[in-house]
């Protein structure tokens, strides 16, 4: 996201959603790490044409609302659907609740499973 987003007069730079849902999300039980993949950051910005931080891609639609994707590693022995759906679940409530931010979609992409040391 390299625009800022407006809400009810306030405007957000870019980052701060990144961060949000980044924190958000590293709470989630059975998450293991919040993530960028593998793929270097600048070929992934240059895919997506988005900024990616954290793990975190945002966009922004013309109608103001955000479709958030969501790379993450979970820990080994959790339901990936259900680690997934109580991602999406924590997304949505913090955007819209605390920033006032409709989100459109929230994509979670697993991209490892991290075992107990």
């Known amino acids: 996201m390299h625009e800022n987003l407006t809400s009810e007069g306030l405007t ?8 949000m ?19 270097p950051d600048s070929f992934m910005s240059a895919l997506h044409k988005k900024h ?10 013309d109608d103001g ?6 790379h993450v590693h979970i820990f080994y022995g959790y339901q990936l659907q259900e680690v997934a759906q109580n991602i999406r679940q924590a997304v949505v409530e913090t955007m819209e609740g605390q ?19």
């Open 99 to 117: 920033v006032g931010i409709q989100v459109f979609k929230v994509d979670v992409f697993v991209d490892g499973i991290q075992f107990p040391e």
């Open 12 to 19: 957000i730079a870019p980052g701060v959603v990144e961060t």
């Open 52 to 61: 990616l931080s954290q793990g975190i891609i945002i966009m922004a639609d």
């Open 21 to 39: 849902v980044s924190l958000t999300v590293s709470q989630i039980d059975g998450v293991a790490q919040v993530k960028a993949p593998s793929i």
């Open 65 to 70: 609302r955000i479709t958030v994707s969501v």
